[in-house]
């Protein structure tokens, strides 16, 4: 008999007939390659869209994987993931953050939070927690100065402060260094829970992953993926809508406005967590939006106090006026005027005067926001290419700059001589003094003479003394 040809594996049903290895290799990549597994056929990306917990032990696991004394990477541990698309997002922030320089902090500061993290939860300075999503000193400028009150505050929940008098007296004998500000701790107190990491048993270590092959060979292993695939196969089936046939069925225009009502009772089909976001608006992009939050309790807060979720940034501030959907936006507009200095204005405020139209242009508080800029670059792409008016207004900023770098000192067209004052103890040797003596006196009595011909041709007379 001729030698049977081996069987090749079959690699597109292999999350659905070894769902337990494949769960496991993926806990060991990073959350680029899931995202790169989902697009490698229909069956790997069908099996990602309908995983209800995949993103959630990846992050479980993720956690517990990190052994780093990073204040930053520590803190994003112990954000609680809430559901699948709050797992994803956390997952690709914390595993950017490993990859990224940590932040420069005041020691006085973290010290401080030390001692009050011994009594109540608090978090530190803001600025360690929040990224750029865009690369350029102007985008940088505007989003400081409109931050700066809050970049630098230690987060304290106030229930605290009136509960426990020795975080009283911390907050009061350091009010002239540091400054506070109030949020609510009460929901993000719990720390993140452990989830089972798979639909029946995780084997921990690549030593152990012969053993889950066998586990997942079994008959258990191979009913699950038939029963996933059945499954989805009714869900297709159950989702075709049916075509009406009118000459058939007979039905009015009025019986199809009936069912098309029905149609709206239904359940909204539950958006997909791989969808990507909408912005708010097609030109411009929110300060929420140029930002990366790692904390939500840092969020939170700048929505609160800040707005920044409706604070449209447009760096070049005077080109508002020739946007209509600014002028008829709600939002506040932020920018760089011709001076360099942020400003912001409400287009909604405008009042109409005859044939004026009236607005206050408000300036952020400068004082908080002298020093350097604690705000880095994401390790990411620049976002800026969202937002084609945006783009575009950067663009001209930098050939504006690049221009002005460019441009030399013009001399003096009169052609008038330089008088360069002289020591007068000598600066130079005596040699050289005698050696140019005469040619010293020669060229001064010329050049007086041609300055005072070039003063009586303009009609001004000069008397010496």
Known sequence: MADEVPKHPNWTEFPLT??????MILLHCSPLDLLSCRAT??????????????????????????????YRVVKMTEVPATDESSAL????????????????????????VKQMEKLVPVLGPPSIFIRLKVDHPKVAQIV???LSRYLQCVLVDKKDLEAKEAVRMLVFKSLHRNQFA????GHHRHEVEKVDTSDSLVLEGEDRLEEALRLSMEEGGGEQGEKRKRSEDLED??????????????????DLDEENEDDDDLPDVP??????????????PTILELLCIDQPLVQALLVDKCQVDSSLVVPQFEEFLHHPSLLASDKVVVGCDSDGSVASVRPDKFCQDGGAVLGYIETPNSILSKGPNPLKFWGGKDIRHKWPEFAKQLDRMDKKAADAAEEKPKGCKLNLPIVIPTSSRGAFPKEVVKKDDAAGSSSSSSSTD????????????????
């Open 18 to 23: 070894h769902p337990t290895p494949f769960t």
């Open 41 to 70: 056929c229909t069956t790997w990306h069908s099996w990602f869209s309908s995983s209800s917990t995949i993103w959630t032990k990846y992050y479980s696991s993720l956690c517990s994987s990190i052994h780093m004394t990073n």
């Open 89 to 112: 997002s956390l997952s690709i922030k914390l595993h950017r953050a490993l990859e990224e320089n940590p932040s420069m902090m005041n020691q006085e500061t973290m010290g401080l």
């Open 144 to 146: 400081k100065e409109n």
């Open 182 to 185: 109030y949020v609510d701790f």
């Open 237 to 254: 089936t159950s989702s075709k809508r049916i075509k009406l046939d009118t000459e058939e069925g007979g039905e009015t225009n009025d």
């Open 271 to 284: 958006k997909s967590i791989y969808a990507p976001t909408e912005t708010a608006s097609p030109e411009f």
């Open 450 to 465: 041609d300055l005072m011909a070039f003063l009586a041709a303009r009609g001004v007379s000069v008397q010496k003394k």
